[in-house]
């Protein structure tokens, strides 16, 4: 079982800069996937950015398209806390942002097994 509590949501304006955590229990955290997922209103969770870590300094990060290059994953198996950086915000980065634990470096919220209770971000123009 992991427990995920996400942090750091808030309102930024357009260009600005936010970092979200989360902390999760359990003393499997390094060997889980963990993803940032959105929700806006009215539309469905869709995927942010996920990562994995092989041992060692290797971690795997991989990004929508939306948010590549602007945003970045990281984690901390020590703290059991990953972390997403997020610059250049727009407006349309407006949501709800869920952090997710799963087996699988899925796209999908079907992928993730574990979810945290999400964190609004609100960009403002």
């Known amino acids: 079982q992991v427990q995920l509590v996400e942090s750091g949501g808030g309102l930024a304006q357009a260009g600005g800069s936010l970092r979200l955590s989360c902390a999760a229990s359990?003393?499997?955290?390094?060997?889980?996937?963990m993803g940032w997922f959105r929700q806006a209103p009215g539309k469905e969770r869709e995927f942010v950015a996920h990562i994995s870590w092989s041992g060692g300094s290797i971690y795997h990060p991989y990004y929508a398209a939306s948010v590549k290059g602007r945003f970045s994953i990281s984690r901390d198996n020590a703290m059991n806390t990953i972390y997403l950086q997020m610059n250049s915000l727009k407006t349309e980065d407006t949501a709800v942002y869920y952090c997710?634990?799963?087996?699988?470096?899925?796209?999908?919220?079907?992928?993730?097994?574990?979810w945290g209770q999400g964190t609004q971000v609100t960009v403002s123009s």
């Open positions: 997710a634990a799963g087996k699988v470096a899925g796209q999908t919220p079907l992928d993730y097994d574990y």
């Open positions: 359990g003393r499997t955290f390094s060997s889980y996937v």
